[in-house]
């Protein structure tokens, strides 16, 4: 069965830290680059922080220098490390496969019910 399940959101005051944590199932994992990605309220989904399979990251800007995804390929894990939080990283975030390194259709199949951040100023 294929499955993502993220966890470890919450509300935290700005300035705060949040670790979220992602355990997906081995046909996502397995070799994958994978990425978090956050949805604000009217907002699509945009991309947070990706890595590879050989752990190379990537960041959206707005995530540089506060931010950090690592992975445990162990354990089909990935985590998203938020430090000195911000009320604009308020939003549901999910991890998924990175779409930059997959097609729409396999990116899109699957989706957890991702975890929510709340920061309040």
């Not at 993502?4 to 979220?20: M, P």
């Not at 190379?56 to 506060?66: D, I, L, N």
């Not at 308020?90 to 929510?116: E, F, L, M, P, S």
Request: proline share 2%.
């Amino acid at each position: 069965q294929v499955q993502l399940v993220e966890s470890g959101g919450g509300l935290v005051q700005a300035g705060g830290s949040l670790t979220l944590s992602c355990v997906a199932s081995g046909s996502i994992f397995s070799n994958n680059a994978m990425g978090w990605y956050r949805q604000a309220p009217g907002e699509q989904r945009e991309l947070v922080a990706g890595i590879t399979s050989g752990g190379t990251t990537t960041y959206a800007g707005s995530a540089k220098g506060r931010f950090t995804i690592s992975r445990d390929n162990a354990k089909n894990a990935v985590y998203l490390q938020m430090n000195s939080l911000k009320p604009e990283d308020t939003g549901v975030y999910y991890c998924n496969r990175d779409h930059r390194y997959t097609n729409y259709r396999v990116w899109n199949a699957n989706w957890g019910q991702g975890t929510q951040v709340t920061v309040s100023s």
